[in-house]
């Protein structure tokens, strides 16, 4: 491992994914949800951006300025080369923590995120963050940051461990991560088969590695195979970030800011009982066993008065960002399977399937009815939004002014994946981010783009490009390994996308109207 990287994996690159978290509207809808004022969001920073996926979406989809660093030089190459596609004015290096935190030429910032880097650094280099988020936010400004929670992650701490040690002593030098990870993973099997009694007594431990063996293994290496790895929990987070002179504003994950999904009412009661937020929160997590979180603190924490807050959700912009059939009403959440209340939740579908944009207060006038209020109405829509299937809307100057950016990004984009590009979301003008579209979509757009206008037409242009690619194509869990069967099923695809998904892309100005 190169001596720059302190640990961390180099040697493979961090997966290409997307976080709406750091999305300015995904914000600003977290903090209205708790009657918390946000800051215009003008200067924004992400530390450690990995592949830069998210930096440069919101670069490109957003109004905000962006700077951000990523130590791996592989990893900010692909992003300062998606900001450029784009034409988007983001400041993006290679930069340590310790010189990005160290220059004087950086703006204060509205808005400071980070995702998947707290409980994978060093204790110095969590003291170096904090030490610039304690300079370099603003007051009133907004901090995202995600992490390995304590309880949820506690009875695999000694698998991760054991992990580590079987690489570091009996790996080959030089044989690289993945090799590792092969390695390791076939000894935990073989640990496994000998059922140990740790493992009898933890079987939560047990299905944690079940679950790790089928993942990623680019997700594994940056996951457990870096030399630090500490999760903590929630009272031991806020004493790292007292510092900074943070408070906590609530979850990124804004699911799990609705107690009836993660809590019964035992507990409930319990924690409305308690006085102090950091307990309450430390508790809260051990109720539901959580093993991550992502969260936004502030700055100086100002509450709303009771008519800005009613006046900023009546006037909240949303859209379906996904076919309204794709909706299921079962869904997991903390306190296990929890089905919607269809009496909220099928007329309010019903209403967004127009794929229009909607104000709250609009709806609620539609949906006054069915006697839905506009706090229940708030909390649906938030639960849509978590799930991926709703999005906040940018006011219509923000979309005008970053629409040519966003399509500039998108025909990069598109033209990746022909060769086969691991990146699959593309930049809305309508949402300010990303939005999740698979490489067979991708190629249908393509198509599109090159002036082909039937499904049949995209099909057989997807398939002249993918037919020379290793694929795998599975359908109904059954493996479509031949020829024929694989052109049937990029047919049929292409028909439900015509019919499904592309009007829905149209929409959030991913996809160009039809002619």
């Known amino acids: 491992m190169q001596e720059w990287a302190q640990g961390y994996v180099t040697d493979v690159g961090y997966v290409h994914d997307y976080y709406p978290e750091l999305n300015s509207q995904r914000v600003r809808l977290a903090l209205l949800q708790r009657g918390l004022s946000c800051p215009p969001i003008e200067q924004a ?10 930096v440069s979406l919101h670069a490109a989809a957003g109004t905000a300025q962006w700077h951000g660093n990523d130590f791996n030089p592989a990893q900010t190459a692909l992003a300062r080369e998606l900001v450029k596609a784009a034409g988007a004015d983001a400041l993006l290096g290679d930069d340590s923590f310790a010189d990005f935190c160290a220059r004087k030429d950086l703006p204060d910032f509205d808005f400071i995120g980070m995702h998947g880097v707290w409980t994978w650094i060093s204790d110095a280099n969590r003291r170096l963050l904090v030490d610039f988020i304690s300079r370099r936010l603003k007051p009133g400004g907004v901090l995202y940051v995600s992490w390995n929670t304590l309880p949820g992650w506690a009875p695999f701490l000694p698998l991760r461990r054991l992990l580590l040690a079987h690489k570091e002593r009996t790996g080959a030098a030089g044989a690289g991560t993945l090799r590792h990870i092969d390695s390791a993973l076939e000894f935990s099997q073989r640990l496994l088969d000998t059922a ?6 933890n079987p939560s431990a047990v299905e944690r590695l079940q679950t790790l063996q089928k993942q990623h293994k680019h997700y594994l290496a940056h996951e457990f195979f870096n030399r630090d790895w500490q999760p903590m929990d929630f009272a031991e987070m806020s004493q790292w970030l007292a510092p900074a002179r943070l408070s906590y504003a609530g979850a990124a994950s804004i ?15 319990l924690l409305a009982g308690m006085d102090d937020g950091v307990l309450r929160q430390t508790v809260g997590d051990l109720m539901c066993n959580r093993f991550f979180r992502r969260e936004y603190w502030l700055r100086g924490a100002r509450l709303m008065g009771a008519q800005s807050r009613l006046q900023a ?13 794709d909706v299921q009403f079962r869904i997991e959440a903390g306190i296990g399977q929890v089905r919607l209340p269809e009496p909220i939740f099928s007329p ?23 006697g839905i209020q506009l706090e ?5 829509v938030t639960v849509l939004i978590a799930l991926g299937h709703v999005a906040v809307v940018q006011e219509d100057a923000a979309v005008a002014s970053v629409r040519q950016r966003c399509q500039r990004l998108n025909d990069h984009l598109l033209q990746s994946a022909i060769d086969g590009s691991s990146i699959g979301h ?7 981010g990303g939005i999740a579209v698979t490489r067979f979509q991708q190629l249908f757009l393509l198509a599109r783009r090159q002036g082909f206008q039937s499904p049949p037409e995209w099909s057989d242009f997807a398939w002249q490009h993918l037919r020379s690619t290793p694929l795998k194509l599975h359908k109904d869990e059954r493996l479509l390994d031949t020829p024929d069967a694989i052109r049937s099923e990029l047919a049929r695809q292409a028909i439900k996308f015509a019919e499904r998904e592309l009007p829905v892309l149209q929409t959030l100005g991913v996809a160009a109207p039809s002619v």
Do not use: K, M, W
């Open 376 to 380: 229940q109405l708030l909390e649906a």
């Open 348 to 370: 309010l579908l019903q209403s967004l399937a127009d794929r229009r944009i909607h104000t709250l207060d609009a709806l609620e006038q539609q949906l006054r009815p069915a």
């Open 313 to 325: 959700i009546r006037s909240l912009r949303v859209v379906l960002v996904t076919p309204a059939a």
């Open 45 to 54: 920073c992400e530390l450690g951006f990995g592949q830069g996926i998210s």
């Open 196 to 201: 140990p009694a740790y493992l009898q007594r």
């Open 255 to 269: 699911i799990d800011e609705i107690p009836d999904l993660n809590y019964t009412v035992e507990q409930q009661l």
């Open 426 to 432: 593309l930049a809305s003008p309508l949402t300010g």
